[in-house]
């Protein structure tokens, strides 16, 4: 689910000289920069002002990057959608940016090239879209999880619960083997309940799971409680 009736705000750190600090999770870099105006696309395309607030995980990190406002500004919010009440985080103007879409598999590559995973698995859909390029950056291989019928082969699947009824999620039995490394990758965590069925997935099969990372992270729907221990990396915490 890609949506929230929450909107993005802005937390920032300030120096001795009162200038914005923008902190980010690139454990690479420790460059201090002055924070830019944000604008966003709205629904009618025009520009507006926006400001970001970016995950109480970066800021404890204590390192700042400039690529993290790039990313926040393009992602465009659309009110009432899909119903009325609802604010849409579109991730789709942030595929139209190469730099800012460059930038993100740049962030979650930098924190886990290092890290030994062995496979990354996809959320249907968006997760498709980030989760590809990030296993070929580290050397991983790429799985897709996907809605019930979707797969070809013989699968496993694993029933997750929705806000009204219940859904499943189902995986190729043998793309991943007992004793690999998994990342599960989405483009955002709302109820969790999507991650939480892909975590039970790799773990059947014996895989590790390593970590879930995400893009965006609404946490007035408290998604991130429901991994238990599983670590949750996100770039965007959405208030």
């Known amino acids: ?29 420790s460059k201090r920069i ?12 025009s520009f507006d002002n926006l400001s970001t607030k970016f995950s109480q995980q970066n800021l ?24 009325p009440g609802i604010m849409f985080q579109d991730i789709t103007t942030l595929l139209l940016d190469p730099k800012a879409f460059q930038d993100t598999i740049d962030l979650f590559v930098e924190r886990y090239k290092d890290k030994d995973i062995t496979v990354v698995a996809g959320m249907e859909a968006r997760g498709f879209i ?9 050397g991983a291989k790429f799985v897709p999880m996907r809605k019930p019928k979707k797969l070809p082969g013989e699968v496993i699947s694993e029933e ?5 009824g219940t859904d499943k999620l189902e995986m190729h039995v043998g793309a991943v083997q007992a004793g ?5 990758v989405d483009d955002l965590i709302a109820t969790g309940g999507t991650l939480c069925a892909g975590i039970k997935l790799l773990e059947r099969v014996g895989a590790e799971v390593v970590e879930c990372a995400c893009l965006i992270e609404l946490p007035e729907l408290k998604g991130r409680d429901r991994l238990g ?3 949750l990396f996100i770039l965007v915490s959405a208030v």
């Open 34 to 45: 002055t924070v830019p105006k944000i604008r966003y696309f709205s629904a009618n395309n």
């Open 160 to 164: 997750y619960s929705l806000e009204y």
């Open 1 to 29: 689910m890609n949506s929230s009736s929450v909107s993005l705000k802005t937390s920032f750190i300030c120096n001795d000289n009162n200038k914005k600090l923008l902190f980010s999770p690139n454990l690479n870099s």
């Open 130 to 138: 980030f989760g590809p390029p990030i296993a070929l950056a580290i």
């Open 180 to 184: 690999e490394r998994a990342l599960i």
């Open 229 to 231: 221990n599983k670590p």
């Open 60 to 83: 404890k990190d204590g390192l700042q990057d400039d690529r993290i406002a790039r990313i926040s500004s393009a992602i465009r919010l659309i009110p009432d959608f899909p119903k």
